[in-house]
């Protein structure tokens, strides 16, 4: 599955229609699912090396594997990108899928 030509975009938008001050740090989820632990603890080797704190647990629904980064950072659209091309070829590296970020408002 493609992602949207430009998702982060959206979200930084939708997040500015909530009331969300851009220049602030977010505390920022990123998830990436992999079809084995294994798989999952290997690219929390990379979440790290880009200073994600990483969390690994199975997956909520089915039998897919969680890798949770997460990274208080301002959400600047460039590095959001710039992240999203990391995990999108850690998720094919790795056999996986990178299912993008969230973040909440901040006044």
């Given amino acids: 599955m493609e992602p949207q030509p430009d998702g982060d975009q959206q979200v930084l938008d939708q997040l500015k229609k909530g009331g969300s001050n851009l220049s602030k740090a977010h505390k920022i989820d990123f998830y990436l699912y992999f079809p084995s632990e294994e798989n999952a603890m290997a690219a929390s ?19 897919d594997w969680l890798c949770l980064g997460r990274k208080e950072m301002l959400p600047k659209h460039s590095e ?5 091309q990391v995990f999108h070829g850690l998720a094919k590296k790795l056999n996986g899928e990178y299912d993008g970020w969230e973040t909440e408002v901040v006044k």
């Fill in 80 to 84: 959001l990108a710039r992240l999203r």
């Fill in 45 to 63: 080797e990379t979440l790290r090396k880009e200073g994600l704190s990483v969390e690994v647990r199975t997956a909520a629904i089915g039998s």
